[in-house]
């Protein structure tokens, strides 16, 4: 009894007897588990990337495994011995491979993005029905004087099989780690697999002789031996996959390279900024060292300097200064008089009030702290420098040393002279008494345009409730001043 489903006929007749050649069964199986191998290693190298290369080498484990299930398939079906010629139809034999590669393609982009066990079971499915189509349509590419049909029994189980196995090697491309036994292992069960659903389905193979589709000119296939031509298969294969083998090493030795490079680059940024914050450091201690060299000639208190650099501080991030500058100018504003250590005592501790000539010597401070500043090629250093040669310059140009005027004047020399005139103003000193907060708010706004920069002068009174605040904080006494290590930096 015979059906024909689908176009394909089952019957549970017998037909012609056969077997298959030991050497090509042999070799069919290599072919299995090299392209298995391949395979997985290619899939390990698509799961670890992204992108571009990730699609690359989705294509090519595709390739890989597709290609070399049907490589096998082909020469377990030139392995076949049978009484009768037989030729293929190299169209059928073609779309057969293709089916074969696309369907793998298509199980692994699925499992791309998802590797649940429900995503694996349905990729696993769609494969293997693509590898039993691909089978059994190269079954029928075969051209030989017979009927071909099918156990039923037997030809469901080879699809079931297919369908475990693409499952199972899916599953593994997904393991799969970096250890050669891992791949070898896997490759060997996936071969094992492949080979079984092929086989399975030639037991359910039945060759019904049939005479009227015997041509007339004779054999259909007495030109080239099934040995050359699976030996041409397998040996065209076999360079494909060492070529691909060949370019998964190269690329694994690359990245592990890259990987290496790239840890060696951390390390080195590490030790960097290890660097850089020492040096950080070593600028900020040298600047509170100075500091303190400076209160031991300056008649200021170093709560003055404390005030004046918060003040400066809290005015920069105000005015939408860079936090890191506001910060460089908190550790750096400290400076701005450190020049004084070059003014005589008679000058710079004197009680009263300066004549001509000593003030032409009391303004030789910003020249002085400039360069004993200026020149170390350190941030800090330089920027207090910068600070300590500026902050007397006033926006219309009549200030010193140099006359600078507007935007000439280095923005750090502007926060600076605004910040230490209006704590100056507020602080008794020897000479005189601290000016009331009217008198003094009434003179930044007299001076702005003319000492001070007029848009620092509006942000500043803006904030004028901040900047008693931080005065607050930091109030003189008679005993040790607070230095700026001291200080609040989160001001």
């Known amino acids: 009894m015979s059906i024909e489903l689908a176009g394909l006929c089952f019957t549970s007749a017998s037909g012609l007897p056969f077997s298959h050649d030991h050497w090509l069964v042999a070799l069919s199986y290599a072919v299995a ?21 990730r699609i690359m080498w989705q294509g090519c484990a595709a390739a890989a495994l597709g290609g070399g299930i049907w490589a096998m398939h082909f020469i377990a079906m030139l392995a076949l011995t049978i009484d009768t010629p037989v030729a293929y139809d190299p169209v059928k034999t073609l779309l057969s491979l293709v089916t074969s590669v696309s369907f793998v393609a298509i199980g692994f982009r699925i499992i791309q993005g998802r590797r649940s066990p429900a995503a ?3 990729a696993g499915s769609i494969v293997g029905l693509g590898v039993a189509a691909m089978h059994y349509l190269g079954m029928a590419a075969m051209v030989l004087p017979a009927r071909i049909a099918y156990q039923p029994g037997l030809w469901s189980l080879s699809v079931a099989i297919a369908m475990a196995a693409a499952t199972a090697g899916l599953w593994l491309s997904t393991r799969i780690h970096h250890r050669l036994r891992d791949r070898v292992l896997a490759a060997l069960v996936m071969a094992v697999a492949v080979c079984g659903m092929h086989y399975t389905g030639m037991a359910a193979l039945v060759v019904q002789v049939d005479p009227m589709l015997m041509p007339a000119d004779g054999p259909l296939a007495d030109g080239v031996s099934s040995g050359p031509l699976a030996a041409a ?5 076999f360079g494909l996959l ?18 290496r490079e790239a840890a060696a680059l951390r390390i080195a940024n590490m030790e960097l900024q290890a660097a850089r914050l020492q040096l950080e450091a070593t600028q900020r201690e040298i600047i509170r060292r100075l500091c303190s060299a400076g209160e031991f000639r300056d008649n200021e208190t170093g709560q003055h300097v404390a005030r004046m650099a918060q003040i400066a501080h809290h005015l920069a991030l105000s005015a939408g200064c860079a936090p890191g500058f506001a910060a460089q100018l908190l550790e750096a504003a400290p400076l701005h008089d450190i020049g004084k250590i070059g003014i005589p005592d008679h000058v710079l501790l004197k009680a009263g009030r300066l004549d001509a000539q000593e003030w032409v010597t009391m303004r030789q401070h910003a020249v002085i702290g400039q360069r004993l500043l200026g020149g170390s090629g350190l941030p800090l ?23 600078l005027s507007g935007t000439d004047i280095p923005l750090s020399g502007r926060i600076v002279a605004i910040a230490d005139v209006f704590d100056a103003l507020l602080s008794a000193r020897p000479y005189k008494e601290p000016w009331p907060l009217e008198a003094v708010v009434a003179h930044m706004r007299e001076q702005a345009g003319r000492h001070f920069d007029p848009d620092l002068v509006t942000v500043f009174l803006d904030r004028l409730d901040a900047m008693l605040e ?22």
């Open 242 to 259: 060492l070529l691909a083998l060949v370019s998964t090493a190269a690329d694994r030795r690359i990245s592990a390279a890259a990987a």
């Open 120 to 122: 694996i079971a349905a």
């Open 381 to 403: 250093l330089d920027l207090a420098a910068e600070i300590a040669g500026t902050h007397h310059e006033k926006w219309d140009g009549t200030g010193y040393p140099a006359g």
């Open 470 to 491: 931080i005065r607050s904080r930091f109030v003189d006494a008679g005993t040790t001043p607070q230095l700026l290590s001291q200080s609040d930096a989160a001001e």
């Open 233 to 237: 298969v397998a040996i065209g294969t």
């Open 33 to 53: 588990a090299f392209a298995s191998y391949s395979a997985l290693d290619m899939a390990e190298r698509m799961h670890r990337t992204a992108g571009i290369a």
